[in-house]
């Protein structure tokens, strides 16, 4: 990040069935609280402001809009990656 950009930071929940929803959003004073707080609970950080200027546009709540959900399943193995677990997959077949 330069100089001239703003620290953003988004938070994202996802719950394993629906879209992930948008917990928290912020920039400045703010950013850097979501960020000290995700550390403080070990919550994989991932930096893109690409990324973090699109869901900077999503209220609270707001789940993330269907044309993201590449980029953010992208997001979610990199967590799972950097937390060295494995995701749980959910046999649609009873």
Do not use: C, W
């Not at 070990?42 to 546009?57: F, H, N, S, T, Y």
């Not at 992208?74 to 995701?87: D, M, N, Q, T």
């Amino acid at each position: 990040m330069s100089e001239f950009e703003t620290l953003r930071a988004i938070a994202l929940q996802y719950d394993g069935e629906n879209a992930p929803t948008v917990t928290a959003s912020g920039e400045g004073v703010i950013a850097e609280e979501i960020i000290r707080i995700a550390r403080e609970h070990g919550v994989p950080l991932r930096e893109d402001a690409m990324l973090a200027e699109l869901l900077g546009e999503l209220e609270l709540g707001e789940e993330i809009p269907e044309m993201l959900y590449r980029v953010i399943a992208e997001v979610i193995a990199f967590a799972y990656l950097v937390s060295g677990k494995v995701p749980v997959i959910q046999d649609k077949n009873p």
